[in-house]
């Protein structure tokens, strides 16, 4: 069983940044692949960014792609989304995934643990 927190989201104007961090109990975080996903009012849950369990791999959904870096400490089991150049159309809440699979490419169907979710809203 694993059990994930996020934090870090909150309100931020257009072309701000934030920092959300998903912090997993148990010990087996490294054997995880980890990723980010988010899902808008009145849309389906969307996947943003994903990286391999040793940290040396990471995808992401093309809208993005060049503003958005997931990283991940497997010694103090967390996953980091470091979001720069905001948009509104970034808001949305965010969900931490744990995935027991080899790759990056996820999909909610493929997920075996969420964390509650964070709220982020960007201003215009």
């Known amino acids: 069983q694993v059990q994930l927190v996020e934090s870090g989201g909150g309100l931020v104007q257009a072309g701000g940044s934030l920092r959300l961090s998903c912090a997993a109990s148990g010990r087996t975080f490294s054997m995880y692949t980890m990723g980010w996903f988010r899902q808008a009012p009145g849309k389906e849950r969307e996947f943003v960014a994903a990286?391999?369990?040793?940290?040396?791999?990471?995808y992401y959904t093309d809208s993005v792609k060049g503003r958005f870096s997931i990283s991940r400490d497997n010694a103090k089991n967390t996953m980091y989304l470091q979001m720069n150049s905001l948009r509104t159309e970034d808001t949305a809440v965010y969900y931490c995934?744990?995935?027991?699979?080899?790759?990056?490419?996820?999909?909610?169907?493929?997920?075996?643990?969420w964390g509650q979710g964070t709220q982020v809203t960007v201003s215009s």
């Open positions: 990286i391999i369990r040793n940290g040396y791999s990471s």
């Open positions: 995934a744990a995935a027991n699979s080899g790759t990056y490419y996820l999909t909610p169907g493929s997920v075996d643990y």
